[in-house]
């Protein structure tokens, strides 16, 4: 059993990942086109991605927020995941909302979808006052997902788990959240 709750959108499932997701999950992650825009080495993989999915339901189970796997419902196929990610790391600035989609599935505003979902449910659900969202500065597209979604660019700066290149820091305030919504 997990905390982690099965919501719907007009076209997506938000759900808990399962094993059954991770031969899908390690395509995404290995395309040329996400390996490139997450920074992830060669040298990562299968395993890699695997301890991704069990932190991603791990971090479900201790902190009541995560990642879901995005199911297409017209089709029934992985899309991605998105979701709250909240690592533990010194400098991490909050509850994050994330996506990260396979790229068959980008450009069909699929992560827009989800991130609605995902802070709705931040705001909603896990009374937030602040989601973030940290992208690296040439993710063009995952800047103009943020914008979509009402975050702003709040600062530049390196993260300690990848000091390499600065990261923006998005933020969207549960205040400015009610004003777009009602």
Known sequence: MTVCPTLQTERLILRPFSDADFEDYLSMMDSPEVRKSLRISEEEGRAEAWFGLAAFTGQWELRGTGLWALEEKSTGN?????????????????????????????????????????????????????????ILLDNHRSQAVAKRLGFVLNETRNLSHYPEEPHGIWILDRKDYKLRSS
């Open 78 to 134: 992985f899309v991605g995941r998105a979701g709250l990610h909240n690592p533990e790391r010194h400098d991490w600035p909050g509850v994050e909302v994330g996506w990260t989609l396979h790229p068959d599935y980008w450009g069909f505003g699929y992560a827009t979808e989800a991130g609605e979902e995902a802070i709705r449910f931040g705001f909603e659900e896990r009374a937030q006052e602040r989601l973030f969202s940290t």
